[in-house]
Nanobody, 122 residues
Framework: VQLQASGGGLMQVGDSRTLACKASGGTFSSYDMGWFRQAPGKEREFVAAITRSVGGTYYADSVKGRFTISRDNAKNTVYLQMNSLKPEDTAVYYC????????????????WGQGTQVTVSS
């Protein structure tokens, strides 16, 4: 499976943006998916995850209520709708495919995409 993230860019505080992560080469609908981010000088952190069916979702406390993860299995794509963006949301955002285990455990994720840069300017 290959994952391609897109949709990042330069935004202002309070803006909204939707990131997309398109999968190819595998059975996308069989896997839970996650979004992570890594800010300069910081470790990569969990942002959100979505189950393969029913659409159960999980969020980091820092984005809960502002970000929404969703998926379209027909398009092999997972989305991250980001609202009320803050400077601390600035990071490279990665999507990944979850193989099993707990959604917070990064070791359970594979096939990381190349990332898309999100920069929120104040």
């Amino acid at each position: 499976v290959q994952l391609q993230a897109s949709g990042g860019g330069l935004m202002q505080v309070g803006d909204s943006r939707t990131l997309a992560c398109k999968a190819s080469g595998g059975t996308f609908s069989s896997y839970d998916m996650g979004w992570f981010r890594q800010a300069p000088g910081k470790e990569r952190e969990f942002v959100a995850a979505i189950t393969r069916s029913v659409g159960g979702t999980y969020y980091a406390d820092s984005v809960k209520g502002r970000f929404t993860i969703s998926r379209d299995n027909a398009k092999n794509t997972v989305y991250l709708q980001m609202n009320s963006l803050k400077p601390e949301d600035t990071a490279v955002y990665y999507c990944a495919l979850k193989l099993g285990g707990h959604y917070l455990d990064q070791q359970q994720y594979a096939h990381w995409g190349q990332g898309t840069q999100v920069t929120v300017s104040s």
